[in-house]
């Protein structure tokens, strides 16, 4: 990857970062780039590692690597409140899940993470985690509690299947007050120096395919259909509840997740998040 001088950007493949992406075309770039889509799971080593240059990433996986990345302006999958695609099904209310055993998707950190945050600090909770695929009867038949993301958990929350749905970020917020930021948009410290233009260029072109996704969302939809099914009206809302700027009120909301995770061992290290910025760079090269 990443082989004559091409920049490599890390693409997530859940529909929640469609809007952003979907007008992003790297071969519109004046800089050779390709765009690599990719489980979190591989996007978040490629980018700590410097293998993916720039791109989306979870949130948790960013702090890991926080180091090493900077965050880029303004881009983010962020809920202030529902959030839609992240969701714990049970037999019983949380306050009895909350000891229980629950089993968890292996996609997500980021969830998962949250999920131990919520259950341990705000339910006071010691709940034992198995780790499943993400098929929802599957997990029941082993567990009390189950947590689904993304598209597997828009399409469980379509059926009523008698169990109690719970919204993680609308939980969190209101536990907190606060949104929660599920997804980041970062830049490798190597390549932020070493190519500034080109790191710029491609924030640009992000900032502007954001615009354009949000402005008319119609081909976005259609997508969503045709790939996971439901209506466009289901669709149109899932998108315009969802917030893809990153400024203060997120920064705070993911500051503190950062802050409990760490807390509670799930980080190894406090969290400064940096944002880089075209022009501190060139100041501090002069």
């Not at 990719?38 to 979870?58: D, K, Y």
């Not at 998962?112 to 993400?134: C, H, R, T, W």
């Not at 379509?158 to 907190?176: A, N, P, S």
Request: glycine residues 8%; aromatic residues 10%.
């Amino acid at each position: 990857m990443g082989s004559d001088g091409y920049t490599v950007i890390g693409k997530i493949s859940y529909t929640n970062s469609w809007p952003v992406f979907y007008n992003f075309h790297p071969s519109t770039l004046r800089y050779p780039a390709e765009m690599v889509s990719e489980v979190p799971s591989v996007l978040n080593r490629g980018m700590s590692q410097g293998s993916i240059h720039v791109g989306a990433l979870s949130s948790f996986a960013y702090a890991e690597a926080s180091d090493r990345l900077l965050l880029l302006p303004d881009l983010s999958v962020s809920s202030d409140g529902p959030v839609k695609s992240i969701m714990l099904f049970s037999r019983a209310p949380l306050t009895e899940v909350a000891n229980g055993i629950i089993a968890v998707t292996n996609t997500s950190a980021t969830s998962v993470n949250l999920l131990k945050i919520l259950l341990e600090k705000a339910f006071g909770g010691k709940p034992q985690y198995i780790s499943a695929d993400p098929d929802l009867e599957d997990m029941m038949e082993i567990a009390d509690a189950c947590l689904l993301i993304g598209d597997q958990a828009i399409r469980a929350s379509w059926q009523d299947l008698g169990y109690i749905v719970t919204d993680i970020g609308e939980l969190w917020k209101e536990w907190t007050g606060l949104g929660m930021t599920f997804a980041v948009w970062a830049v490798n410290r190597d390549a932020a120096e070493e190519k500034q233009e080109v790191i710029a260029e491609i924030v640009n072109a992000f900032a502007a395919s954001k615009r354009l996704g949000l402005q008319d969302l119609t081909p976005i939809v259609k997508d969503a259909c045709i790939a996971i099914g439901g209506t466009e009206a289901y669709w149109y809302g899932y998108f315009r509840n969802l917030c893809y700027d990153f400024g203060e009120r997120q920064q705070k909301g993911l500051n503190l997740y950062f802050r409990y995770a760490y807390e509670m061992g799930l980080l190894l290290q406090e969290v400064k998040m940096e944002l880089w910025s075209h022009n501190l760079l060139t100041r501090v090269k002069e």
